[in-house]
T-cell receptor, first 116, second 119 residues
Framework: NAGVTQTPKFRVLKTGQSMTLLCAQD?????MYWYRQDPGMGLRLIHY???????AKGEVPDGYNVSRLKKQNFLLGLESAAPSQTSVYFC???????????????FGPGTRLTVL | AQKITQTQPGMFVQEKEAVTLDCTYD???????LFWYKQPSSGEMIFLIY??????QNATEGRYSLNFQKARKSANLVISASQLGDSAMYFC????????????????FGRGTQLTVWP
């Protein structure tokens, strides 16, 4: 049981390049999230998904796209990377959003992305 | 307005002492959840403790307890008997709208408190 995994762990891009970050979870969670963490800012939600085939925008969605083709995977894409997207990216998943302990979000280890 | 406010950028505590990390929140929802996460220098986000808005008792998890004062909208984390391994960044987070079908389940995070435990 690996929990939430993210690939890659580190990446350096040049401005204008594209890339995809992969998040995988083996807990059969319905909900998955992408956050970015910047110094002094806490974590901010980029996009999220409430189930296979569905995605929605979060707080800071511009410049990113996502896809959830399989329940266990949630992909975050950068079509044309910009220096402002230099950040640490975290994926998280949760079982539901009911008023229960089961809706705790569990995080992956993070991906450190630098855009030059 | 910020949903979650952590007013202590840094805190210091001696080993074996207790420490309280402050968190206040802002919501008009009746149902919500409050979380604390720990982020060590290695970078991962580790879930520590959860408090539901309707929970009558303060949550506890081992050495962690959550001092929940609903009327004051505060959810302070108390770490008892601090250990050197507790040195980390601590984030308070809130989830609004717990009714099924409501938006998101997204977490609003505070900016964190850097805790340093010294021998």
């Amino acid at each position: 049981n690996a929990g939430v995994t993210q690939t890659p762990k580190f990446r350096v891009l040049k401005t204008g390049q594209s890339m995809t970050l992969l998040c995988a979870q083996d807990m059969n969670h319905e909900y998955m999230y992408w956050y970015r963490q910047d110094p002094g800012m806490g974590l901010r939600l980029i996009h999220y998904s409430v189930g296979e085939g569905t995605t929605a925008k979060g707080e800071v969605p511009d410049g990113y796209n996502v896809s959830r083709l399989k329940k266990q995977n949630f992909l975050l894409g950068l079509e044309s990377a910009a220096p402002s997207q230099t950040s640490v990216y975290f994926c998280a998943s949760s079982y539901s959003t009911g008023a229960e302990r089961t809706d705790t979000q569990y995080f992956g280890p993070g991906t450190r992305l630098t855009v030059l | 307005a910020q949903k979650i406010t952590q007013t202590q950028p840094g805190m210091f505590v001696q080993e074996k002492e207790a420490v309280t990390l402050d968190c206040t929140y802002d919501t008009s929802d009746q149902s919500y959840g409050l979380f604390w996460y720990k982020q060590p220098s290695s970078g991962e986000m580790i879930f520590l403790i959860y408090q539901g808005s309707y929970d009558e008792q303060n949550a506890t998890e081992g050495r962690y307890s959550l001092n929940f004062q609903k009327a004051r909208k505060s959810a302070n984390l108390v770490i008892s008997a601090s250990q050197l391994g507790d040195s980390a960044m601590y984030f308070c987070a809130m989830r609004e709208g717990l009714a099924r079908g409501s938006t998101l389940g997204r977490l609003y995070f505070g900016r964190g408190t850097q805790l340093t435990v010294w021998p």
